[in-house]
C-alpha cells in the first residue's frame, strides 16, 4: 500500500524558515513526479510546487518563487520543501501529492494519484 508521510510543519514567525519532508513507501515503480499543494480552510488546494523525479526538473508556483524550493532524494524516497522568508499568507496544511502516470502537467491536481494527510505550516508573530 503506497503512503506518503509529511513532516517538519510547525509554528515560525515572519521571516523564518522550515523545512517540510514527504517519505513515500510501499510502491514498487519509480514516480514520474511529486508535488506540493497547500489548502487553507475554504480554499480550493492550490499548487505549490512539482519535480520530476527522474529529471529533478522542478515548478514552482509564482506566489513562492524565490523563496521555496524542491528537491528529493531518490535513495530515500523523499521529496523536501525548503521554505524561506515565511508570510503569513504562507500559512496553511500542505500536503505532498506523487503521480505515477508520465504527463505534462506538475501542477494539475487531479493528475495526482496519492496524497499525504498533510501538516500544518503557521507563519505568525
Known amino acids: 500500500q503506497v503512503q506518503l508521510v509529511e513532516s517538519g510543519g510547525g509554528l515560525v514567525q515572519p521571516g523564518g524558515s522550515l523545512r517540510l519532508s514527504c517519505v513515500s513507501s510501499g510502491h514498487t515503480f519509480s514516480w514520474d513526479a511529486m508535488g506540493w499543494f497547500r489548502q487553507i480552510p475554504g480554499k480550493e488546494r492550490e499548487f505549490v510546487g512539482g519535480?520530476?523525479?527522474?529529471?529533478?526538473?522542478?515548478l514552482h508556483a509564482d506566489s513562492v518563487k524565490g523563496r521555496f524550493s524542491i528537491s528529493r532524494d531518490d535513495a530515500k524516497n523523499t521529496m523536501y520543501l525548503q521554505m524561506n522568508r515565511l508570510k503569513p499568507e504562507d500559512t496553511a496544511v500542505y500536503y505532498c501529492?506523487?503521480?505515477?502516470?508520465?504527463?505534462?502537467?506538475?501542477?494539475?491536481?487531479?493528475?495526482?494519484?496519492?496524497w499525504g494527510q498533510g501538516t500544518q505550516v503557521t507563519v505568525s508573530s
Open positions: 501529492a506523487a503521480k505515477s502516470r508520465p504527463s505534462s502537467a506538475l501542477s494539475v491536481l487531479a493528475e495526482y494519484e496519492y
Open positions: 519535480i520530476r523525479w527522474r529529471s529533478g526538473n522542478r
